[in-house]
Nanobody
Framework: VPLVESGGGLVQAGGSLRLSCAASGSGFSFKAMGWYRQAPGKQRELVATISTFGSTIKYADSVKGRFTISRDNAKHTMYLQMNNLKPEDTAVYYC?????????WGQGTQVTVSS
């Protein structure tokens, strides 16, 4: 399931962004999904997951209360609403299945938060 992330950008600390993850094909609707991020020099980390129909959602402690994950299976799209952004949120953000086997990783979308 090819994945295309979008919505990143440059924002000041305290600002907001909404990321989108567009999937082609029907397989998206049958998978629990997640948002990941990778900052320079660091390993990719999982920041939020959402079950197939959105009934189960989990967040990393670092984003809890600030980020909201959601999905629209009819549109084969997943979202990440990011509020109260901090400089430490700066990273390339990716979407993929919440666990292996992963789909091919997309190019991600850059989020840069200035202080």
């Amino acid at each position: 399931v090819p994945l295309v992330e979008s919505g990143g950008g440059l924002v000041q600390a305290g600002g907001s962004l909404r990321l989108s993850c567009a999937a082609s094909g029907s397989g998206f609707s049958f998978k629990a999904m997640g948002w990941y991020r990778q900052a320079p020099g660091k390993q990719r980390e999982l920041v939020a997951t959402i079950s197939t129909f959105g009934s189960t959602i989990k967040y990393a402690d670092s984003v809890k209360g600030r980020f909201t994950i959601s999905r629209d299976n009819a549109k084969h799209t997943m979202y990440l609403q990011m509020n109260n952004l901090k400089p430490e949120d700066t990273a390339v953000y990716y979407c993929n299945a919440d666990r292996p086997p992963y789909d091919h990783w997309g190019q991600g979308t850059q989020v840069t938060v200035s202080s």
